[in-house]
């Protein structure tokens, strides 16, 4: 049986391995590890368990759009072990975390991701809010949001992430 809960200090261990496992070609255990260690309400982690194993796990950053309050989150990143993958765990986690977040008064998440698969959730193409760096042209579609509450204008300008989104290689191919 799947279950999905916040993650604890315990689990960044076991994550160290599944993000290898899940992008043998990147290396994300660094954002992973700043993830864990950001100031308290700042980033909501969750995992999904079976049994007592670890077999996904998403983030999400609250952040500002330009000098608004902090309404907006990024999601980011997203694995499930390759063992695992493809039957609803990656979706589940997206869910449960958007429902959290939303009842924390965030408007709107962000991603960057393909737009095949995050599509699937209901995120569409963001023009308005620009990511923190320019992305190159092949990623333009890849830069999605989907708005949790409706709102009377719609954001714009740029995403102010926490320092340790502030990394070009975090945002290019
Ligand atoms: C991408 C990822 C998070 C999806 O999680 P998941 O639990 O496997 O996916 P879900 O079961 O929620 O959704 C399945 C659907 O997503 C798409 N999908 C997921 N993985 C896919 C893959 N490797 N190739 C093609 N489509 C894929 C398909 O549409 C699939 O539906 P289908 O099986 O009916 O064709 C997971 O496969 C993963 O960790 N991949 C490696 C890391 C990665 O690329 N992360 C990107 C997010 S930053």
């Given at each position: 049986m799947i279950a999905i809960r916040k993650a604890d200090e315990a689990d960044l261990e076991p994550l160290l391995t599944l993000y290898p496992d899940a992008f043998?070609?990147?290396?994300?255990t660094a954002l992973v590890r700043d993830l864990f260690q950001a100031?308290?309400?700042e980033v909501l982690s969750l995992v999904a368990t079976i049994g007592d194993q670890i077999v996904g796990h998403v983030a999400f950053t609250l952040c500002n759009?330009?000098?608004?309050?902090?309404?907006a989150a990024m999601l980011a990143p997203l694995a499930v072990a390759s063992a695992m993958q493809r039957r609803g765990i990656g979706k589940a986690l997206i869910a449960e975390g958007m429902r959290l977040v939303k009842a924390e008064k965030i408007e709107q998440v962000l991603v960057l991701g393909d737009p095949k698969y995050y599509s699937q959730s209901g995120f569409s193409a963001e023009q308005a809010i620009a990511p923190p760096y320019p992305l190159p042209l092949e990623w333009a579609g890849a830069w999605q949001s989907i708005k949790l509450i409706e709102t009377a204008q719609n954001p714009a300008g740029p995403l102010r992430l926490p320092v340790?989104?502030?990394?070009p290689a975090l945002w290019a191919p």
């Amino acid at each position: 049986m799947i279950a999905i809960r916040k993650a604890d200090e315990a689990d960044l261990e076991p994550l160290l391995t599944l993000y290898p496992d899940a992008f043998p070609d990147e290396d994300l255990t660094a954002l992973v590890r700043d993830l864990f260690q950001a100031p308290e309400g700042e980033v909501l982690s969750l995992v999904a368990t079976i049994g007592d194993q670890i077999v996904g796990h998403v983030a999400f950053t609250l952040c500002n759009v330009d000098d608004r309050p902090r309404t907006a989150a990024m999601l980011a990143p997203l694995a499930v072990a390759s063992a695992m993958q493809r039957r609803g765990i990656g979706k589940a986690l997206i869910a449960e975390g958007m429902r959290l977040v939303k009842a924390e008064k965030i408007e709107q998440v962000l991603v960057l991701g393909d737009p095949k698969y995050y599509s699937q959730s209901g995120f569409s193409a963001e023009q308005a809010i620009a990511p923190p760096y320019p992305l190159p042209l092949e990623w333009a579609g890849a830069w999605q949001s989907i708005k949790l509450i409706e709102t009377a204008q719609n954001p714009a300008g740029p995403l102010r992430l926490p320092v340790y989104w502030m990394k070009p290689a975090l945002w290019a191919p």
